[in-house]
């Protein structure tokens, strides 16, 4: 597979030793830096990995800076991308089983190598479940101008707008 890799001052070690571990399972790496500990803005280096997967010209995406929020906010801000900051196995799974997340953003400051190890295959190799979650995500792409206008509207007239999903999805 093809993944692309970014990080901060903040999350390069972690970047580089990601990358190792993708080649050495097969992977093609694509690095978009930093390469050393010289302070740098979070938000390019999420641009850069989260266009790399929106284009397709990478797969997958991983991200990492000192909290892993904000290179996840920058993935997110672009159209296609859907970024899961993560810490944990289960939480990882279900980014994938439940939101599809093709791009994986982690901190460096706050989660051990040793869980790193763990999410990184969990990331790559757990299936999107589909079905009910396929039209959840769908939405995420699909709310536009008139879904916002329409929600302005109805704050402002102090109504709450409800749900509209098929009862045969919930
Ligand atoms: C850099 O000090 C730090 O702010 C950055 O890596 C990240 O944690 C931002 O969300």
Redesign the pocket.
Known sequence: MKIAVGA?H??FIYKDRIAAMLRARGHEVLDFGTHDAIPVD?PRYGYAVGEAVASGLCRRGIVV???S???SMAANKVPGVRCAPVCEPYMTQLARRHNDANVLALSERLTGWEMIEQLVPIFLETPFDGGRHAYRVEQLFSFGDDDRARAVEAIEDGRVIGAETPPELL
């Open positions: 901060d903040a999350g979070y800076c000192g909290s929020l904000g290179i």
